[in-house]
Nanobody, 113 residues
Framework: QVQLVESGGGLVQPGGSLRLSCAAS????????MRWYRQAPGKQRDWVAH???????SYRDSVKGRFTISRDNAKNTVYLQMNSLKPEDTAIYYC???????WGQGTQVTVSS
């Protein structure tokens, strides 16, 4: 059974940083592309960052230059380094295995002074 466990969220002031982690199990992790998504209250869930199995990355425009996605296949983990955080980054962040329908429980990120 596929399991995704996100962690690393919290409350941070504008301009601060957080590093999210997502530990995956039940899949051959190295063979899958992974994505981070986020969902703010009352809004749809949007993709934030993508990393392919060959470590190629892409980002939504609003986080380019501030967020970095990476992966450690030995640890079956994908990361999201978030710098220069803004209040509009406040959301629940989820990771997902591209092509599979499993979601983790998410981790809350709140950017506020």
């Amino acid at each position: 059974q596929v399991q995704l466990v996100e962690s690393g969220g919290g409350l941070v002031q504008p301009g601060g940083s957080l590093r999210l982690s997502c530990a995956a199990s039940g899949i051959i992790f190295s063979g899958y592309a992974m994505r981070w998504y986020r969902q703010a209250p009352g809004k749809q869930r949007d993709w934030v960052a993508h990393i392919s199995s060959d470590h190629t990355t892409s980002y939504r425009d609003s986080v380019k230059g501030r967020f970095t996605i990476s992966r450690d296949n030995a640890k079956n983990t994908v990361y999201l380094q978030m710098n220069s955080l803004k209040p509009e980054d406040t959301a629940i962040y989820y990771c997902k295995v591209l092509g599979l329908s499993y979601w983790g429980q998410g981790t809350q990120v709140t950017v506020s002074s």
